[in-house]
């Protein structure tokens, strides 16, 4: 066998557990609904046209909002998993990379082609940092999508959510602005999905490791460089 | 005691309070109406529809009525701000006599520029003379927004040329109750709106004191009345909400009780003024209807002895009694995602489009480069 081939299997790794797995597919295709349902909502282009007795806008928002909420469980657990789950140490040290100048530099650099990718944790610094504000991005839209809910559904847990909702809807400066947050946070999703997309792929021929599998697997594997052997 | 004793208990003692205060007026408010044409019959279901308005049980109707017949005993002191009037007309306008119109002529409104017939020295001596005499039981509505830049030199008043900020501020602190009546002075109004140069703020900015908002551009007739009766049966505060609004005017949104929300959710929209859609009376959010995200009862209370209101009349709401809505709701006709960011003068989908495009582009020319980069260095390995 060729030398350079066994090394580029030995080194594998197991980063992502199935929990985590699974969450970061439903936060895909959930988002992509949500942005399509709430696409409807912002400018309706259906219209049923020949009875007012099928509730096609209604259904639409219905869609949305269940949606809605599968994000916000699958957020919260994400979250908790992050800080707390089994295998959240990996990820947190990458809160190394982000405060460390060289790391974003080496990190930059190796996205221009100059020099290999260096980094402690899971993620690079830009890479962190991009998740980070998605994952902001995913409770902005939640908090904003349930405040525009409460004024929606009245009973359950949309009236006991009534109140506190209204509250930092005035944080947010009226439902309008809510509104229109609510509608930018889709913008934020539909360029962070493209850029995620490329960026899994390209540094995956880039770096020679492991693409969209790591998302189903859970293994990452890489060549095995010189400080491997070492160790 | 449950809530509905302590609340009938709370009104049959402020009556008390009223009664025992002396009126102004020779005759008394019955036999005013009496002599306008307006019988007991009448005078009765008129407080039957406030008390329901205000959100209270039937019960209270006779107690309402009681404390109608004493509203001579509230004397009413009416500030112009920076403003046009709008709301006092809407207030006063109506086709015949309201019994609400007539209540409020006939009350003692001891100050309100539009309808006095004092001017100059002598109005602003009426002024002083009402701020005294009814020190601490005075109910101040104040209309129009307050200009505060330049110590608010941008509206004075009156000969000694007096700042409206100095003549809120004092009349604020010996009111009994303080009403800021349509949106301007509740929130600024257009006069606040950016770049807002008058620096013009709502009265509750400007004064220490506890403080109503009616807004409304104008608020309806029947919002002004009802909260003055309000505070007239209990003399308190109403359930407030967040922005200190009444919750039995401003409770639920224009969107939840309209008569074209089945249109709304079968999704049969107007897409142009005039056409089968509008002349159906389908939904009119695709013209920029703001009614979703604005907190009034104008859907049920309507306008102009309840006759109609913009929405039947084909007009989308513009939002007018949300804080800041010249720069939160417009475009006026069009959709929200249509708002101009400010600054950028451009909407968010313009925005979200050109940086998207701006993504796609920056990945092609990015894969591209790679393409070369790595030739190199698949052949090294
Ligand atoms: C990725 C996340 C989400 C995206 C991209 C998204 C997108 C949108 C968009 C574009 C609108 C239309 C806003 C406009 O008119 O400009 C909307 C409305 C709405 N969204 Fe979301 N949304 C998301 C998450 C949520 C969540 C978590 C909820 C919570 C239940 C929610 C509930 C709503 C509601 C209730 C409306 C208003 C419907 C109506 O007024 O009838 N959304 N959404
Ligand atoms: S006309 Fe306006 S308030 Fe009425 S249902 Fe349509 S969007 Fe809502
Ligand atoms: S319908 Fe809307 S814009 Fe018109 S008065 Fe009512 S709240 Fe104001």
């Given at each position: 066998?060729?030398?350079?081939?066994?090394?580029?299997v030995?080194?594998?790794?197991f980063v992502?557990?199935?929990?985590?797995?699974?969450?970061?597919w439903?936060?895909?295709v959930?988002?992509t609904?949500l942005?399509?349902t709430?696409?409807?909502?912002?400018?309706?282009f259906?219209?049923?046209g020949?009875?007012?007795d099928?509730?096609?806008?209604g259904?639409?928002v219905?869609?949305?909002?269940?949606?809605g909420?599968?994000?916000?469980?699958?957020?919260?657990l994400?979250?908790?998993?992050?800080?707390?789950?089994?295998d959240?140490?990996?990820?947190?040290?990458s809160?190394?990379d982000e405060f460390?100048l060289?790391?974003?530099?080496?990190q930059?650099?190796?996205?221009?082609f100059?020099?290999?990718?260096?980094?402690?944790?899971?993620y690079g610094?830009?890479?962190f940092?991009a998740?980070?504000?998605?994952?902001?991005?995913v409770?902005?839209?939640s908090l904003?999508?349930?405040i525009?809910?409460?004024?929606?559904y009245?009973?359950g847990?949309?009236?006991?959510?009534?109140e506190?909702m209204?509250?930092?809807e005035v944080?947010m400066g009226?439902l309008?602005?809510?509104r229109?947050?609510?509608?930018?946070?889709m913008?934020?999703?539909l360029?962070?999905?493209?850029?995620?997309v490329?960026?899994?792929i390209w540094s995956?021929?880039?770096?020679?490791?492991?693409a969209?599998?790591?998302?189903f697997?859970?293994y990452d594997y890489?060549?095995?460089?010189?400080?491997?052997?070492?160790r | 005691?449950?809530?509905?004793?302590?609340?009938?208990?709370k009104?049959?003692k402020h009556?008390a309070v009223l009664s025992?205060l002396?009126?102004?007026?020779e005759?008394s408010i019955e036999?005013?109406?009496?002599?306008?044409?307006i019988?007991r019959?009448e005078f009765?279901?008129?407080?039957?529809?406030?008390?329901?308005?205000?959100a209270l049980p039937?019960q209270?109707?006779?107690l309402?009525?009681?404390?109608?017949?004493?509203a001579?005993r509230?004397?009413?002191?009416?500030l112009?701000?920076a403003?046009?009037?709008?709301?006092?007309?809407a207030?006063i306008r109506?086709?015949?006599?309201t019994?609400?119109?007539?209540?409020?002529d006939?009350?003692?409104?001891?100050?309100h520029?539009?309808?006095?017939?004092?001017?100059?020295?002598?109005?602003?001596?009426n002024?002083?003379?009402?701020?005294?005499?009814?020190a601490?039981?005075?109910i101040l509505?104040v209309e129009g927004?307050?200009p505060?830049?330049?110590?608010g030199?941008?509206?004075?008043?009156?000969?000694?040329?007096?700042t409206?900020?100095?003549?809120v501020?004092?009349?604020?602190?010996?009111?009994?109750?303080?009403?800021?009546?349509?949106?301007?002075?509740?929130?600024?109004g257009i006069?606040a709106?950016?770049?807002?140069?008058?620096?013009a703020?709502?009265?509750?900015?400007?004064?220490k004191?506890p403080?109503?908002?009616?807004?409304?551009?104008?608020p309806?007739?029947?919002?002004?009345?009802?909260?003055?009766?309000?505070y007239l049966?209990?003399?308190?505060?109403?359930?407030?909400d967040?922005?200190?609004?009444p919750k039995?005017?401003?409770?639920?949104r224009?969107?939840d009780l309209?008569?074209?929300?089945?249109?709304?959710?079968a999704g049969?929209?107007v897409e142009?003024f005039g056409?089968d859609?509008a002349k159906?009376?389908?939904?009119?959010y695709?013209?920029?209807c703001?009614?979703?995200?604005?907190?009034?009862n104008c859907?049920?209370?309507?306008?102009n002895q309840?006759v109609n209101?913009p929405?039947?009349a084909g007009?989308?709401?513009?939002?007018c009694?949300?804080?800041?809505?010249?720069d939160?709701?417009?475009?006026?006709?069009?959709?929200?995602?249509?708002?101009l960011v400010m600054?950028?003068?451009s909407?968010?989908?313009?925005?979200g489009?050109?940086?998207?495009?701006?993504t796609?582009?920056g990945i092609?020319?990015?894969?591209?480069a790679?393409?070369f980069?790595?030739?190199?260095?698949e052949?090294?390995?």
């Amino acid at each position: 066998m060729d030398k350079r081939e066994s090394s580029g299997v030995e080194h594998v790794s197991f980063v992502y557990s199935s929990t985590n797995r699974l969450l970061h597919w439903i936060r895909a295709v959930v988002i992509t609904g949500l942005a399509i349902t709430g696409f409807y909502i912002a400018s309706p282009f259906l219209s049923s046209g020949e009875s007012s007795d099928q509730l096609i806008y209604g259904e639409w928002v219905s869609w949305h909002v269940l949606l809605g909420f599968i994000l916000i469980s699958a957020g919260i657990l994400r979250i908790f998993l992050f800080f707390f789950g089994k295998d959240s140490r990996s990820e947190l040290s990458s809160l190394k990379d982000e405060f460390s100048l060289k790391s974003w530099i080496l990190q930059l650099k190796s996205y221009f082609f100059i020099g290999e990718l260096q980094k402690k944790g899971l993620y690079g610094p830009l890479q962190f940092l991009a998740y980070t504000v998605i994952m902001l991005l995913v409770v902005l839209s939640s908090l904003s999508g349930l405040i525009l809910y409460v004024h929606i559904y009245h009973q359950g847990l949309a009236g006991l959510l009534y109140e506190p909702m209204r509250v930092v809807e005035v944080w947010m400066g009226g439902l309008a602005t809510v509104r229109l947050i609510h509608h930018i946070t889709m913008w934020g999703f539909l360029i962070f999905i493209p850029i995620h997309v490329y960026m899994v792929i390209w540094s995956a021929i880039r770096f020679k490791h492991a693409a969209l599998d790591v998302m189903f697997t859970g293994y990452d594997y890489h060549l095995k460089k010189r400080g491997d052997e070492e160790r | 005691m449950n809530g509905f004793d302590a609340l009938y208990a709370k009104a049959e003692k402020h009556i008390a309070v009223l009664s025992s205060l002396s009126s102004t007026k020779e005759e008394s408010i019955e036999q005013m109406l009496e002599k306008r044409g307006i019988g007991r019959r009448e005078f009765m279901k008129w407080a039957a529809g406030v008390t329901a308005m205000l959100a209270l049980p039937s019960q209270f109707t006779p107690l309402f009525a009681q404390a109608a017949k004493l509203a001579d005993r509230l004397p009413l002191i009416w500030l112009h701000m920076a403003e046009c009037t709008g709301c006092s007309e809407a207030l006063i306008r109506s086709d015949a006599p309201t019994v609400d119109s007539l209540i409020f002529d006939y009350i003692s409104l001891e100050y309100h520029e539009t309808l006095m017939a004092a001017a100059g020295w002598q109005a602003e001596a009426n002024l002083e003379n009402a701020m005294k005499t009814y020190a601490g039981r005075y109910i101040l509505l104040v209309e129009g927004g307050v200009p505060t830049a330049m110590n608010g030199q941008y509206l004075t008043l009156g000969a000694h040329a007096r700042t409206g900020l100095d003549f809120v501020q004092e009349a604020a602190s010996h009111a009994a109750a303080i009403f800021s009546i349509g949106t301007c002075a509740s929130f600024g109004g257009i006069q606040a709106a950016a770049p807002n140069p008058t620096g013009a703020k709502g009265v509750d900015k400007v004064v220490k004191q506890p403080v109503i908002n009616v807004p409304g551009c104008p608020p309806s007739a029947a919002n002004i009345v009802g909260t003055l009766m309000h505070y007239l049966l209990f003399g308190t505060l109403p359930a407030l909400d967040m922005y200190s609004r009444p919750k039995w005017a401003y409770g639920n949104r224009i969107h939840d009780l309209c008569e074209r929300r089945g249109h709304f959710d079968a999704g049969e929209f107007v897409e142009s003024f005039g056409d089968d859609g509008a002349k159906e009376g389908w939904c009119l959010y695709k013209q920029g209807c703001k009614g979703p995200y604005t907190f009034n009862n104008c859907s049920t209370e309507r306008f102009n002895q309840h006759v109609n209101w913009p929405i039947g009349a084909g007009h989308g709401c513009m939002g007018c009694s949300e804080p800041n809505f010249w720069d939160t709701m417009g475009p006026l006709e069009q959709p929200l995602q249509s708002h101009l960011v400010m600054g950028l003068n451009s909407t968010v989908d313009k925005i979200g489009t050109t940086l998207l495009t701006g993504t796609v582009v920056g990945i092609g020319a990015h894969s591209v480069a790679s393409l070369f980069m790595n030739n190199k260095d698949e052949k090294e390995s």
